[in-house]
């Protein structure tokens, strides 16, 4: 019987996706996109970022895709679930968008998540990490919300073996105190006992922290073998110089952007950052052509923010090209969307996570390099 | 009821305003700014029964809305007991976590009281973002289902943005209509005396910290409530519910509406609330224009939108209602003149005003003793004052008689001695027990309510006195009128020559017609002792004839008097007894005019 | 023992920092007695003033320094003519608003026109490092120690010495009395405001080469300036001084022996037990009233 | 006595925002002389004070120092030509000594005999010389008095406007005063214009007496004639109309 119900609803998909795909090109009407992210305030940056990547992703769909046409409409989340939920409210009723991209960070994505509801319009995250928007997704309850990068859980279990595999025998942790630092801190907590290293203990910082030395003494006179951080580039920049001033000598192993060129030139000498591993769900491989346009559009190699906003673009479109640039296309598409991007497959589970591949960066002679491309998917 | 309709038609037709916009606005995203902006309203209505009725800044107010909020989260993804219990649990949760902090902070001076809840709003923060366990932390509760509504007839879960709206809506509404009641009835009128002065409140029997505690926790409770609803209307909680930028907000509301004016604030909210989104057309500037659109109108309108509610309304002739109440009480002293004491004015007739004189009064003072910073202001002074008797304490400058009058009346704690009244050891007591003991005095630095009218002083003055059982059954009723009260009240303003300033703020009256207001207050419910402080000093001749005239016609209806004054011409003339200090000490007792004759107190107090 | 000396010398860093942004906090609301909420938003902009003129027009670390102290004072002279003195004379309310409303412009401009994203500026002195018994240090924080040193020293002298000084602290004590001796407040109130500024830009010039520059970098450090003026005594230098380095030890004390997150809880907690037990603050004077 | 006025005033008007306060007041006043202003609380006459010194500034009419015009000038450069104030309430420096408190009082002075006239003070007001390193906050009331006379008078004015200078003092502090202020007119040739509530015994003192009444100048005369003025003895000195009645 399984076959056969498979095959029936398979063909209505398929009409409508092209009758949709005609109507689109018959009224040349553009599919309107919505990016969701801070645009004001202290992280007002990943917002811009974003916006780039996607406007780079669009302008080259005008050539790859000539059945549609995207056209970008942005709104400030502030970073904030009250925020979320009135810019995806926003993008949703005002701008009429067909999609969401975004937001960027977690906490105005679960805001913004139930909003979705009520207009039956998918969004895709393309940097929240907070583990409760994939328990939340898809069967956990909510059919429009997407995540294509990849979770704190799914990075913590192939970067706790390769700490391991690299000799260490005991960490400390240091966190922002955020979402993002909280959550990996207590994925790590427990991944890292199974691989055999010892956690000495977590230590959190501000957001925005101007000093970590006082952390970072208390960290040293403990003497760990590694370091785990777990912050932004300013906070790894800080680590990297305070690390030469006292003369630690611990590893650091990172997630948060500790390897990118904006940490890299944060540092004042990039070379301060040798040695520094960073496990990163987007890193500069060779093999991604978006790289050289970004850079040949801006003058500046693609914060991961960009790129990662970029292949979320991609991904919308090739949900479009499944089923149609209606709301309800996107969403049936996105559930279809098999698709080898040049950071690894994108195809989204039961819960609406993708798993893309995880590099593992590291910092030589104050260039970043990817020392291994890891593929997560089962 | 046609006042209370008219008073309330603006609202109503605000009201009205607000129920159409679900079905005219263009798109629900309308609607999502409007529950957002009425957040604020619910918010900010709320925060100024705080900061501009009982004249509190507190930075505390976004902990209650986060505590409602992580209330409504904990419950309805655990056991799930439905909306009305949580916006119990909240309320009633919010006004316990309000009276914790104000009990402490409000013990401190109104600029480190801000200073103080700003900490304890980091501390809350910081709670909410480390507290795991509880809270998630950063992580956020999530996943916080619609509010559950149990209904007489039915269950009702508001799911659209139409139902969420009228629900926030109706929040609003009843924010609005606790916070008018409470300002509407008598217990308005002690917020307002507690801001104006809290000291001359503590000396009439009123509890400052009673009080300021119940506005404090009434706006923490129905904070909480709006705490309860958003966390619903977003289905997350995070640590920036709590968080401190709140009240950045907030502060501008309530200051750019004008403290103390539910209208100003009202709109402020709106605009507030609506503003930074039709903004976002500026997109990356949209803060910064924000900011200086902020900082632009309190250069230039620092009295707020009351001020330009109080221009409209005078322009269309409507000025019937007090104007500047709050400009009064922050603004430069500019004082209108008195009327000069017109040499025609009829003699102010000399009889004993109103009420009967409570029996007793009997005071004795023995070992009181004061130092401060090294200085010894009263040492081991002895004295005692008959029920029934006028005694004045005299001295040079520095001789400590208004620092025997503070520590008598509880405004000053003394290192050693004993104060009985009639019989009872009232040492220790507060100020506020002190009054409501019968124990009343006056300040030499005129002390009243300038926002209130004279009426409203000496109805306020009257509660205080009350027993607190009594006092606080009579905050409940309305400022209106007040059966009784009225008749004594219009009585001795007519006496003191005040019947023509009954109902203007007080803080529009020259100096020494509010030192007649301040010396009725403290008769009105007459008090077993009364301590004057120098009622004369800095009055006209005319005026201090009045106060000469009730101080002796006040005593021979029984009243004991405590005074203290410089015109000795007056002090000999109505004195029974002198009691003169030097340097802290007495060194003189007795008949007028025989003291006065003692060439010691001639050498020590004036100099020949 | 080597722990000890770290958390002693990152505890004085932090101390410093707190203490310049604090002295000028406590020296506007005591002279003036506005509560300055830009404040911290100077320090930000004297970091930008450094940023700029290092990379812009390229200028060797030792000349942008004082070059930003001159831009400070110009700043601080702008600040006062066009907020502070149409406030002076208004409740105290009125200027806290206006000077958060300040601030907002300027943390918003500030995002706006150099971009969110942190910036780092390389001093010469901050890869020298030096040994200080077990404890490794940079130069530039040695250099951060001593003038900020150095900058309460002359504070110190201007107020205690100087004619201006002078007229300040009279202004603090009794506004009217130092209008009828003839000291105009307006003057008083503009050097005030510089000074103020300058300090600020101080702390920015020579502690933003150890940090990042960013447009919300104040907004952690001006929340412990003010305690450290609460705790201080308000208006009162030398207690705000004292008490910002007092916070700045008693975090890296909590820091060594507790989880990181709650430093920040003890030192709002020990603020408000302060205020209960002495309402005036640590070193708050109270005169015979 | 008679000469020409130190300090002249002409229709001066003045107010605070939309109030005003003075409507047209007129008066001089000369060299060594003490006049009295009285009248009711309210009338204007602090504004008065603050006028004549520049914290108000007047919006119409014009004050004149030896026939010079004053009114556009800043208080400090009114200072600066002869014209001090001790305002009322206490204007002193509370946490500095009485020797800063001296010193400030010459603010404006850059000139070498600053320390000769603070020795003067000191003969002027023997109860300060012994307290010279106290700080002001702990004088007793009168000494604080005191205190703020001799700073104004550290700028050698012309014309010295005190403001309700018995204000909180005891009868012997008052007299001493009132005393001093009579002995500074006389002796130093300094003009005084004095607002006091104690009207009775700041008009015995007084050369001359000004009432003024709701903005305007309603009475003036010697001090004599407005203690004997029937108007002024019922409305301003409380005493009966009738100077002889009991």
Sequence with gaps: MRPTARRVGVVPICLSALLAAGAAFAQAKPVKVGLSSAF??????????????????????????????????????????????????????????????????????????????????????????????????????????????????????????????????????????????????????????????????????????????????????RSPDAILLFGEPPDCALMARQKREMNLKAKIFSRGGCYTDESLKLMGDPRLGDGLTEAAYWARTPDQPMVEAYRKRHGDYPPYNAALAYYAMMTVDQAVRKAGPSRDGITKGLAQVDWKSAIGPIKFDANHQARPDLFMVRIENGEQKVIETISNAR | MAATLRNDAPLLALLAAAAILPFVAPSPYYLSIGINTLIIVCLAVAFDLVVGRVGALSFAQPVFFGFGAYVAALIATTFGAGFWVEALVAAVGGFALSVAIGIPAFRLSLHSFAIGTLGFATIAQLVAQNWMSVTGGPLCITGIPRAQIGLPFAQFTPRTLTEQYFLILAIAALTVFVVRQLIGRRIGLAFSAVRDDPTLAASQGIRPLSIRLSAFGAAAALSAIAGVFTAHFQGVVCPDSVATSYTVMLLIVAFVGGRGSLRGVLAAAIIFGVAPQLLRVADEWRLAIFGALLLVTVLTVPDGIERIFQLIERALGLGGRNLVPAAIATGPAAIPAEPAPATTQAPVPVEVPVGEALPGGALQVTGLRKTYGGVTAVNDLDFEVKAGELVSLIGPNGSGKSTTL?????????????????????????????????????????????????????????????????????????????????????????????????????????????????????????????????????????????????????????????????????VVDVSHRLIVLDRGTKIAEGDPRTVMAQAHVQEAYLGR | MELLLNQLINGLTAGSEYALIAAGLALIFGVLEVVNFAHGEFYMLSSYYLYLLMTRYNLPYVVAVPLVIVAMILSGVIFYYLVIRRVLSRSWQLQLIA??????????????????????????????????????????????????????????????????????????????????????????????????????????????????????????????????VIVGGFGNVTGAVLAAFLIGLLEALVTTVLPSEYADAFVFGGMILVLLVRPHGLFGRVARS | MAGEPVLQLQDVHAGYGEIRILKGVSFAIEPGTVTSVIGANGAGKSTLLKTIFGMVQASDGAIRLDGRDVTGLKSEERLQRGIAIVPQGRCNFPLMSVQENLELGAFIRRDGDIKADIEAMYGLFSSLDAKRKVIAGNLSGGEQQMLEIAMALMTRPRVMLLDEPSLGLSPRMLDYVFSSIRDLARGHGTAILMVEQNAVQALRISDRGIVIELGRVSHQGSGVEMLSEPDVRRAYLGLPADRNAP
């Design chain 2, 406 to 570: 503070d520590c008598i009346s509880g405004l000053s704690p003394f290192d050693a001695g004993t104060i009985v009244l009639d019989g009872q050891n009232i040492s220790g007591w507060s100020p506020a027990r002190l009054a409501k003991a019968g124990l009343v005095r006056t300040f030499q630095a005129t002390r009243v309510y300038t926002t209130l009218t004279p009426r409203e002083n000496l109805v306020v003055a009257a509660l205080g006195r009350a027993p607190t059982l009594y006092e606080w059954r009579q905050y409940a009723r309305s400022r209106g009128a007040t059966p009784g009260l009225d008749a004594r009240i219009d009585d001795i303003l007519g006496r003191l020559g005040l019947a023509a300033m009954r109902d203007r703020p007080t803080g529009e009256l020259s100096y020494g017609q509010r030192k007649l207001v301040q010396f009725a207050a403290s008769v009105i419910v007459p008090p077993r002792i009364l301590l004057l402080d120098e009622p004369l000093a800095g009055v006209n001749p005319t005026i201090g004839n009045i106060f000469k005239q009730q101080i002796v016609a006040f005593n021979r209806r029984g009243l004991t008097i405590v005074l203290v004054e410089h015109n000795l011409e007056v």
């Design chain 3, 99 to 228: 000077t958060l409303a300040l601030s907002i412009v300027m943390v918003n401009t500030a995002i706006v026109l150099s971009g969110p994203v942190p910036k780092y500026l390389e001093s010469p002195l901050n890869s020298q490092i030096v040994q200080i018994g077990m404890a490794s240090i940079s130069v530039q924080r040695l250099v951060v120690l001593a003038a900020t040193a150095i900058s309460f020293a002359t504070l110190y002298a201007v107020l205690k010495y100087t004619r201006i000084g002078k007229a300040m602290r009279a202004v603090a004590q009794n506004r009217e009395a130092a209008a009828a001796v003839g000291i105009s407040v307006e003057k008083v109130g503009l050097a005030t405001v510089v000074a103020g500024c300058a300090l600020a830009g101080v702390a920015g010039a020579l502690i933003s080469p150890l940090y990042t520059i960013h447009p919300g970098m104040a907004a952690l450090v001006i929340i412990k300036a003010f305690a450290a």
């Design chain 1, 40 to 221: 004001s305030g202290h992280v007002g940056f990943i917002g811009a970022d974003a916006r780039r990547g996607i406007e780079l992703a669009i302008e080259e769909l005008k050539t790859a895709n000539t059945a549609v046409a995207y056209e970008l409409s942005i709104a400030d989340d502030e970073c904030t679930p009250a925020g979320g939920a009135t810019a995806f409210r926003r993008l949703m009723d005002v701008q009429q968008v067909d999609v969401i991209i975004g937001s960027g960070c977690s906490g105005a994505t679960l805001g913004g998540m139930p909003t979705l509801m009520d207009g039956k319009l998918s969004a895709v995250t393309y940097g929240s990490t907070n583990p409760k928007i994939t328990e939340g997704a898809g069967v956990g309850g909510n059919p429009y919300m997407w995540r294509m990068n990849l979770n704190d859980t799914i990075i913590g279990e192939t970067f706790a073996a390769f700490i391991a595999k690299d000799g260490v025998k005991s960490a400390h942790i240091l966190a922002v105190n955020n979402d993002f630092g909280r959550g990996a801190a207590g994925v790590y907590q427990a991944l890292l006992p199974k691989n055999d290293v010892k956690v000495n203990g977590a230590d959190f910082f501000s957001q925005g922290a101007s000093d970590l030395r006082a952390l970072i003494s208390k960290i040293a006179a």
